[in-house]
């Protein structure tokens, strides 16, 4: 057994109830019939958010998350200014509250 799957199960073992979620590399899948052969990468314990084009996860760099936003419902702010004129404070409470979920992310390779 190679370390990256000791470490989803030993991730899966102590977060039974927290979904799975299989990041496939884009050299996997070459094509769009069939099944390909991956193998497991390493896995984590991490949040993501489901923006409007990508998955991101925490440790992705914000304003990557800020660009996915923009046409999203989380576009503006309550008082409808668009979130580019947020300040700095205003723009990480809003990143914080996106509806992060927990998750153990699992990387599929080849």
Same mark, same amino acid.
């Given at each position: 057994? %190679?370390?990256?799957?000791?470490?989803?199960?030993? !991730?899966?073992?102590?977060?039974?109830?927290?979904?799975?979620?299989?990041?496939?590399?884009?050299?996997?899948?070459?094509?769009?019939?069939?099944?390909?052969?991956?193998?497991?990468?390493?896995?984590?314990? %991490?949040?993501?958010?489901?923006?409007?084009? &990508?998955?991101?996860?925490? @440790?992705?760099?914000?304003?990557?998350?800020?660009?996915?936003?923009?046409?999203?419902?989380?576009? &503006?702010?309550?008082?409808?200014? @668009?979130?580019?004129? !947020?300040?700095?404070?205003?723009?990480? %409470?809003? &990143?914080?509250? !996106?509806?992060?979920?927990?998750?153990?992310?699992? &990387?599929? %390779?080849?």
């Amino acid at each position: 057994m %190679t370390k990256q799957t000791e470490e989803l199960l030993r !991730l899966i073992k102590e977060n039974p109830d927290l979904p799975i979620v299989p990041m496939v590399d884009c050299e996997v899948v070459a094509d769009d019939f069939g099944y390909w052969l991956g193998k497991w990468g390493y896995a984590k314990l %991490t949040e993501y958010y489901n923006g409007r084009e &990508y998955i991101h996860f925490r @440790d992705d760099d914000e304003e990557d998350v800020l660009n996915d936003m923009v046409g999203c419902k989380y576009s &503006y702010d309550k008082d409808g200014r @668009d979130i580019y004129e !947020l300040s700095d404070a205003e723009w990480k %409470t809003l &990143y914080e509250s !996106l509806p992060w979920e927990k998750c153990i992310a699992v &990387y599929i %390779t080849t």
